[in-house]
C-alpha cells in the first residue's frame, strides 16, 4: 500500500474525529447556555411572582367578612374586577368616544358643542345611576339627578348646549323603545293563567288615580279638562323599572311566591302602562285637535284605532319578513321591529295625529311576537327582547339625564310644587284604596293585600317617557299658551319620578318580609351552622363553608411548607 494514500487516510481521520469533537464541544456549550438561560428564566419568573403577588387578586381572596378598608384595597387589585373594573371601563369608553367624535366632527365634540355635551350627560348619568345603585336606590333616581344638575347648576349645565330638537328625537327614540318592550312582554297565555285579577288590578287603580288627578288638576291647578286628564294619565302609570327588580329581590328571598304575589304584580304594571300610554294617546289628539268641536271629540278615538290597525298590519308583515331562513334573521327582524315603530311614532308627529304613533309602536310587537313564540322551545326566551333590552340600557341614561335637564329650575313656581304635591297625594290616596280592594275575592290574607298598595306607588319609567311628549308637541305647533300647560306636565311627572321612586323601592324592601309569607321551602332550606347563622339559604351557606376550607387548607399548606424549611 501506498504510504502516501495511508497518510491521506489517517488525515481524513483525524480530520472527521476533530469535527465531531468541535460540534460536541459546540452542542456542550450550547446546552449549558440553555440550562444557564432556563434557570435566568426561572429565576427571574419566581422573582416576578414574588413581586407581583401582592397585586394579585387570587393571591388574596376576599373573606366573607372583610371589612370597609379590606373592600376598599380589593378594588385596586389586579387583574381588574369588582367597582374598579366598572370604572376603567368608563375611563377607556369616554376617552375613545370623545377621540372618535373629535376626529369625525371637530368643533361639535368641543366644549359647547353638541356631541360634547350628549357625551358628557350620558356619561355623568350613567354613572350618578352606579352610585345611587351601591345604597339600593333606583339607578334612574340618579340619572333624572344629574341630568338636572347638568341642566341648571352655573358652570356645570352643559346640557344647555344640547340642540332641543336633538333632545327631543332622542326622548322619542326612548319612548319608542321603552313601548317594543312593552309591547313584547304582553303575554296572552300568561295574563289568561293570572285570570281576571291581573286585569282589575292593572285598569282599577290606574283609572282611579286618573279620575281623581284630574279632577284636582282642573281645580287646583286650573287646566282644561283634556290637559288634566292627560296630566292624569302621565302620573298613574307605575314604573316597571322600580317594582320589577324590587319584587324580584323578595321573590328571591321566598316571599310571597307562594300565591304568586310578585308574579301578579309584575304582570299588572305592563298592564298598566299599556293603559296609560294608550289614555295619554287618545287625550294627546284631543287636546291638539282644532276646529270643529265635533271632530275633535272624534279624532281621538279615530287615533287610537288608526295607531291600532297599524300596528296590526306592521305586526302581521312581521311574521313572515324577514325570511326565517336568513343566516341574519335576528339582526334583520330586530332592526326591522325598530325601524317601523320608529317610522309610526315619527310619522304620526309629522301627520298630526300624534295620539296614533305610541299605540301603533305598542301594537306592532305584540301581534309580532304572537307568532314569535310559537317558534320558540318551551321556556325559550325570544332573543329579541335582549336586542331591544340592550337598547334600553343605552338610551335610558339619556332619557332620565334630558328628562331632567329639561326642568328649569329657577322658572319653577313654589305653588305649583306645594299644589303638584297635593294633587299627587290626593291621587295616590285613592289609588291605594282602590288597589287595596281590587284584589278582594282571591286567596290574599289581609297583610298580603296591604301590601299590594305600597308595590303599586313607584313612577318613573313612562312618566319620563311621555312627560314631555305634550311639550314637545306644543314647541312645534309655537302655542305659547300650550308650551306652557306641557312644561307644567314635565314638571309634575320629575316631581312624581322623586318622591315616588325612592320612597316605593324603600317601602317594598321594608315592608315585604314583614306583610308577605314565606315560602316552606326557603325557611326549610336554611340551616343553623355556629359560626353561619346570618346565611340566608343552603347556597350561602355552602359558599361560606367552601371559602373556610380553602382557607384552612392554605394554612395547613403553608405550615407544612415552613416545618420542611
Request: a positive charge; hydrophobic letters at 45%; glycine letters at 10%.
Given at each position: 500500500m501506498d504510504p502516501r494514500q495511508t497518510t491521506e487516510r489517517d488525515f481524513d481521520h483525524q480530520e472527521v474525529n476533530g469535527t465531531h469533537s468541535s460540534l460536541l464541544h459546540i452542542?456542550?456549550?450550547?446546552?449549558?447556555?440553555?440550562?444557564?438561560?432556563?434557570?435566568?428564566?426561572?429565576?427571574?419568573?419566581?422573582?416576578?411572582?414574588?413581586?407581583?403577588?401582592?397585586?394579585?387578586?387570587?393571591?388574596?381572596?376576599?373573606?366573607?367578612?372583610?371589612?370597609?378598608?379590606?373592600?376598599?384595597?380589593?378594588?385596586?387589585?389586579?387583574?381588574?374586577?369588582?367597582?374598579?373594573?366598572?370604572?376603567?371601563?368608563?375611563?377607556?369608553?369616554?376617552?375613545?368616544?370623545?377621540?372618535?367624535?373629535?376626529?369625525?366632527?371637530?368643533?361639535?365634540?368641543?366644549?359647547?358643542?353638541?356631541?360634547?355635551?350628549?357625551?358628557?350627560?350620558?356619561?355623568?348619568?350613567?354613572?350618578?345611576?352606579?352610585?345611587?345603585?351601591?345604597?339600593?336606590?333606583?339607578?334612574?333616581?340618579?340619572?333624572?339627578?344629574?341630568?338636572?344638575?347638568?341642566?341648571?347648576?352655573?358652570?356645570?349645565?352643559?346640557?344647555?348646549?344640547?340642540?332641543?330638537?336633538?333632545?327631543?328625537?332622542?326622548?322619542?327614540?326612548?319612548?319608542?323603545?321603552?313601548l317594543t318592550r312593552a309591547g313584547l312582554g304582553l303575554d296572552p297565555q300568561a295574563l289568561r293563567r293570572l285570570s281576571f285579577v291581573v286585569l282589575r288590578l292593572a285598569f282599577l287603580p290606574c283609572l282611579a288615580e286618573t279620575l281623581v288627578d284630574g279632577i284636582a288638576c282642573h281645580l287646583i291647578l286650573g287646566f282644561p279638562w283634556p290637559w288634566a286628564f292627560m296630566l292624569g294619565f302621565v302620573i298613574a302609570a307605575v314604573s316597571p323599572a322600580v317594582v320589577v327588580p324590587s319584587l324580584l329581590g323578595l321573590s328571591d328571598r321566598g316571599f310571597g311566591i307562594d300565591k304568586g304575589i310578585p308574579t301578579l304584580i309584575i304582570a299588572a304594571a305592563s298592564v298598566d302602562d299599556v293603559l296609560a300610554i294608550t289614555g295619554f294617546g287618545v287625550l294627546l289628539g284631543i287636546s291638539f285637535s282644532s276646529g270643529n268641536i265635533v271632530w275633535t271629540l272624534f279624532k281621538g278615538p279615530l287615533e287610537a284605532l288608526a295607531g291600532v290597525a297599524c300596528g296590526v298590519v306592521g305586526g302581521i308583515l312581521m311574521w313572515y319578513i324577514p325570511q326565517r331562513s336568513s343566516k341574519n334573521h335576528l339582526l334583520f327582524r330586530s332592526t326591522l321591529l325598530m325601524v317601523l315603530s320608529l317610522m309610526f311614532l315619527f310619522g304620526s308627529n309629522k301627520l298630526n295625529w300624534a295620539g296614533a304613533g305610541p299605540l301603533a309602536s305598542l301594537t306592532l310587537p305584540f301581534i309580532a311576537a304572537l307568532r314569535w313564540r310559537a317558534e320558540l322551545k318551551s321556556g325559550e326566551q325570544n332573543p329579541v327582547d335582549d336586542v331591544v333590552g340592550v337598547l334600553w340600557m343605552m338610551f335610558q341614561p339619556l332619557l332620565f339625564g334630558l328628562i331632567g335637564a329639561e326642568?328649569?329650575?329657577?322658572?319653577?313656581?313654589?305653588?305649583?310644587?306645594?299644589?303638584?304635591?297635593?294633587?299627587?297625594?290626593?291621587?295616590l290616596f285613592f289609588r291605594g284604596i282602590v288597589s287595596f280592594l281590587s284584589v278582594f275575592g282571591t286567596n290574599l290574607t289581609l297583610r298580603e293585600k296591604l301590601f299590594i298598595p305600597f308595590a303599586w306607588l313607584p313612577k318613573a319609567t313612562v312618566q319620563a317617557a311621555i312627560g314631555a311628549v305634550a311639550l314637545d308637541t306644543a314647541m312645534a305647533k309655537g302655542d305659547e299658551d300650550l308650551i306652557s300647560l306641557g312644561k307644567q306636565i314635565l314638571n309634575l311627572a320629575v316631581l312624581s319620578i322623586i318622591l315616588t321612586a325612592p320612597l316605593g323601592s324603600l317601602l317594598i324592601a321594608i315592608l315585604g318580609p314583614l306583610l308577605l309569607n314565606k315560602s316552606a321551602t326557603f325557611r326549610d332550606s336554611t340551616v343553623l351552622v355556629p359560626g353561619y347563622d346570618d346565611c340566608v339559604d343552603d347556597q350561602e351557606l355552602g359558599n361560606r363553608v367552601m371559602q373556610d376550607k380553602n382557607n384552612l387548607e392554605n394554612i395547613e399548606e403553608r405550615n407544612r411548607a415552613s416545618s420542611h424549611h
Open positions: 452542542g456542550i456549550i450550547a446546552s449549558a447556555r440553555e440550562e444557564e438561560e432556563s434557570r435566568v428564566c426561572s429565576r427571574l419568573k419566581i422573582c416576578f411572582q414574588s413581586c407581583t403577588r401582592p397585586c394579585l387578586a387570587k393571591s388574596h381572596p376576599l373573606p366573607y367578612n372583610a371589612g370597609c378598608c379590606r373592600k376598599f384595597w380589593d378594588n385596586f387589585l389586579c387583574p381588574p374586577h369588582s367597582r374598579m373594573a366598572a370604572v376603567i371601563f368608563i375611563i377607556c369608553f369616554s376617552a375613545s368616544a370623545w377621540t372618535a367624535l373629535y376626529s369625525m366632527t371637530d368643533k361639535e365634540a368641543l366644549p359647547g358643542g353638541n356631541l360634547f355635551s350628549l357625551l358628557v350627560l350620558f356619561v355623568a348619568c350613567w354613572c350618578g345611576g352606579y352610585l345611587v345603585g351601591l345604597v339600593r336606590l333606583p339607578p334612574l333616581l340618579g340619572m333624572l339627578l344629574v341630568g338636572g344638575a347638568l341642566g341648571n347648576v352655573p358652570y356645570i349645565a352643559v346640557a344647555k348646549d344640547i340642540d332641543p330638537s336633538w333632545s327631543s328625537s332622542l326622548r322619542q327614540i326612548a319612548l319608542t323603545i321603552i326642568v328649569d329650575v329657577t322658572s319653577l313656581d313654589g305653588s305649583l310644587v306645594g299644589f303638584g304635591i297635593a294633587v299627587l297625594g290626593i291621587g
